[in-house]
């Protein structure tokens, strides 16, 4: 198990030098959707209170970093990739889909960290999660985001707290990437015609399981990644 303590002494503000010193645009992050980094947060909540302090611990230290990567790759066409259909295991068009690119940022990210290249990875990391996230939301799940898709985030986005969860972590889903994007996308897809109506009744019917769901799985992934250091 890795021993987060001893080998990390260096604080917070010490990490995050080094994502400064690559050349990917970390200011484009602001002014960005909140529920990621939210998503990211309760998720090292769910850790701790599942009993893995030591996991929680680690990726406290570099929440900035997961949280500029969570962000970070919804700019520009990025966002053409965020989507996964579980029943045609495809994207939309001839776009990478979103299990594609989990795949891609996850195994950079390890390679990064073999590297010492710590809080790139990190980084990286972040943007793999947005992806585990994303897919929980039934449109990306359903490669449909002209038919509602934005109406359906911006409600949920807004009450975001209404759906937090500490505990009951989703682990051991697969030992492969991709395989979290398509069990969270079978999942999502379920809720397409609920929510498609844009009622805030069935909004919220859908939400209090796919929001907990991303938080959940979030932990999970976090989880598995750690173990591979």
Request: proline content about 4%.
């Amino acid at each position: 198990m890795l021993d987060v303590t001893a080998m990390f002494s260096w604080s917070v503000s010490t990490a995050t030098k080094y994502i400064s010193s690559f050349p990917i645009p970390v200011e484009w992050v602001r002014g960005t959707s909140s529920t990621h980094p939210f998503i990211n947060q309760q998720a090292r909540q769910v850790l701790m209170n599942d009993g893995h302090r030591q996991a929680a611990q680690f990726f406290n230290m570099f929440a900035d970093q997961l949280d500029s990567g969570v962000v970070w790759v919804d700019n520009g066409l990025q966002s053409t990739c965020h989507l996964y259909d579980p029943d045609t295991k495809s994207g939309m068009w001839h776009w990478p889909s979103a299990a594609e690119k989990c795949k891609e940022f996850y195994h950079k990210a390890l390679r990064l960290w073999q590297n010492k290249k710590h809080a790139r990875a990190m980084f990286y990391l972040g943007a793999a999660l947005h992806l585990v996230q994303d897919v929980c939301a039934p449109h990306h799940a359903s490669c449909r985001i002209f038919s509602g898709h934005v109406d359906f985030e911006s409600w949920a986005e807004k009450r975001k707290f209404n759906y937090l969860t500490e505990k009951g972590g989703i682990y051991g889903i697969s030992d492969q990437p991709e395989e979290w994007i398509a069990e969270n996308a079978k999942i999502a897809k379920q809720y397409y015609s609920l929510v498609n109506q844009g009622l805030p009744d069935d909004y919220h019917r859908a939400t209090t399981i796919l929001l907990p769901r991303a938080q959940h799985t979030t932990a999970g992934f976090l989880l598995h990644f750690y173990n591979q250091l």
